[in-house]
């Protein structure tokens, strides 16, 4: 699997029961829907999957993250985050550990009207969804519209950070792949 959550630090398979919105494929037969409208459904999926493989080079997680990562320890303070981000023009801040692993993100939502003093380990959000190298774009970017997540750490199979993926990333990644005629 592709998805990781971290809970304080903690990585753990992204629970598919958490949101079966990403994983169409595993569910059930809905409710009214009759088998045969179902099987059908299923084949005109994989009909398009199999076009959209001819056209198009499946994208992976480290194909469009950002890198290197600004971070900041939990120890550090709010005013620390906030000149960070001000600096670099980010919104998000991996907060890691000395082994670079992650335990927790803030965002300049989270520090809104925050004392400058207030440590992060205070206003981090320490249940936090991440991406594995090579987890397919298409995922991500379903994950992240249908959570509201802006961010997502990228991480490797030793667990540490290695990128971040932001909306900013997908909508870049769209651009690029979009032929010039579209934009005509």
């Known amino acids: 699997m592709g998805?990781?959550?971290?809970?304080?630090?903690?990585?753990?398979?992204?629970?598919?029961?958490?949101?079966?919105a990403l994983y169409p494929h595993e569910k059930g037969e809905k409710e009214g829907q009759s088998p045969d409208k179902q099987k059908q459904a299923i084949r005109s999926y994989q009909e398009q999957k199999k076009q959209s493989l001819k056209h198009n080079k499946i994208l992976h997680a480290r194909d469009v993250c950002s890198t290197p990562v600004a971070t900041l320890k939990k120890e550090d303070r709010v005013?620390?985050?906030?000149?960070?981000?001000?600096?670099?023009?980010?919104?998000?801040?991996?907060?890691?550990?000395?082994?670079?692993?992650?335990?927790?993100?803030?965002?300049?939502?989270?520090?809104?009207?925050r004392r400058l003093s207030d440590r992060l380990e205070r206003h981090m959000s320490t249940n936090v969804v991440m991406a594995k190298e090579l987890t397919e774009v298409k995922l991500i970017a379903k994950m992240m519209i249908t959570n509201r997540i802006s961010a997502l750490p990228l991480i490797n199979d030793?667990?540490?950070?290695?990128?971040?993926i932001t909306k900013t990333d997908l909508l870049e990644c769209l651009v690029r792949s979009l032929p010039l005629e579209q934009y005509v």
Do not use: C, F, T, W
């Not at 670099?88 to 692993?101: A, F, L, T």
């Open 3 to 20: 998805l990781v959550i971290s809970r304080n630090g903690k990585i753990q398979d992204y629970p598919k029961a958490q949101n079966r």
């Open 79 to 113: 005013e620390d985050a906030i000149e960070l981000m001000e600096k670099y023009e980010i919104h998000h801040v991996p907060i890691v550990d000395e082994d670079h692993k992650v335990l927790g993100m803030i965002s300049d939502r989270d520090l809104i009207q």
């Open 158 to 164: 030793q667990d540490h950070l290695v990128g971040i």
